[in-house]
């Protein structure tokens, strides 16, 4: 029946399994019953509980603060995940997590305490997006708190904060042939790399990162191999660092291929020297901040609002959705891990492809 611990073996008895107390450090040890048949079996372990030896109570679990599990949780993600990835977390735990909660021991963490938590970060004037991000990682941290006290933990079920439904920028048809139109016409190594952002839906960090021998002019294509971002310096010196590593997940690693007018924009910019960044023509990087410079002077320059480097991907994967590409090839071309999240976080289809969708109900007398 189900629950019971009772099954036939190889040698044709059946064995029936009960607890008969616990070891020094908590673990459940067992003893076991056989019988020629399940009845005989199973009838003997009423008998067999009653005269094993009283189970030895479970030692007493440790009462530790929560702050203590933050640091044995980051520790865990030390070395297991990527290290922008760790600075996050940390960031998250010793600005917000810790100094609102950390006193509290796990055992006393509720729903009432974690809605406290969010409705006290709300009132911070930080927004719902944010908060979501941090009581993600709350939640973590309490799924490592569960294995460590089995049984001691409450159920806490955590409601995220809703988010305001935000209009993404995208530069209207008219921006973009205007943009475009004021990187060509005085072109560097810079301009160059914003246009060939605007062509292909590269991440800024990709793009920082994109050297020329990560492009094939021959087979038409650009292979993203890396990525650029500043990050927390824990040694002496600056506060931060510039750190170059692997893309932000297995599918961020891809092949892109190349439109005519992005293969003619790069036989125009190509160097000699592979190993050169594309920002600069030479060995020397353009981090991502400076770069966010150079596109807000750009913008400013063409009379473009809320212009972010964000925008450009946001236009490429609007335009590839207006012109009819396929959204597994063009999810592929963006580096996400599903289609779904190319529909939901980057197309945002003009009124004008809505009103021709709109149209072919004509066809079926609507």
Known sequence: MKGENIFKRKDGRWEARYIKGRDPSGRILYGY???KTYKEAKEKIPKAVRTSAP???APALPRRRFAFY??????GCRGRLKSSTCERYETTVEKHLKPLIGGFFAQEITEETVNSLSSELLSEGLAPKTVKDILIVLRLILKHIAKQLPGELKQVEIAYPKEPKKEARVLSLDEQKRFISYLAKDLDCCKFGVLLAIFTGLRIGELCALKWENISLKERTIRVTATMQRLKNDGE?????VVTGSPKSDLSSRVIPLSDAAVRLCRHMAVKDHSAYILTGTRKLMEPRTLQYRL?????DCH???VHFHTLRHTFATRCIEVGFEIKSLSEILGHATT??????YVHPSLNLKRENMQKLTAVGM
């Not at 779904?340 to 976080?345: F, G, L, P, Q, S």
């Open 340 to 345: 779904a999240i190319t529909m939901e976080r």
């Open 33 to 35: 019953c056989y019988g």
């Open 296 to 300: 807000k002077k750009y913008a400013a």
């Open 304 to 306: 473009l609002k809320d």
């Open 55 to 57: 189970a030895a109570p």
């Open 70 to 75: 933050c640091d044995e949780w980051l520790n």
């Open 237 to 241: 010196g600056a506060r931060t660092k």
